[in-house]
């Protein structure tokens, strides 16, 4: 039997989700798989988010 090696150390397992704090609703958000490759640049909880903090703070 082969089984498919599934090596991929990027993906953290269930319940071992990182965590972050969206900077305009202040509300604590996970880990999801859209960001799976990018989740370092990742800010916000949602788009509207992103967007309100550009209307809040206007960008140099
Ligand atoms: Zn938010």
Avoid: H, I
């Avoid at 990027?10 to 880990?31: A, N």
Wanted: glycine content about 2%; hydrophobic content about 20%.
């Amino acid at each position: 039997m082969s089984k498919p090696s599934n090596a991929e150390p990027r993906r953290p397992s269930k319940g071992d989700l990182p965590t972050k704090t969206c900077p305009v609703c202040e509300r604590p958000f996970s880990w999801r798989e859209k960001w799976e490759r990018d989740w370092e640049q990742v800010r916000y909880c949602s788009e509207a988010c992103r967007r309100a903090s550009k209307r809040t703070a206007p960008a140099e």
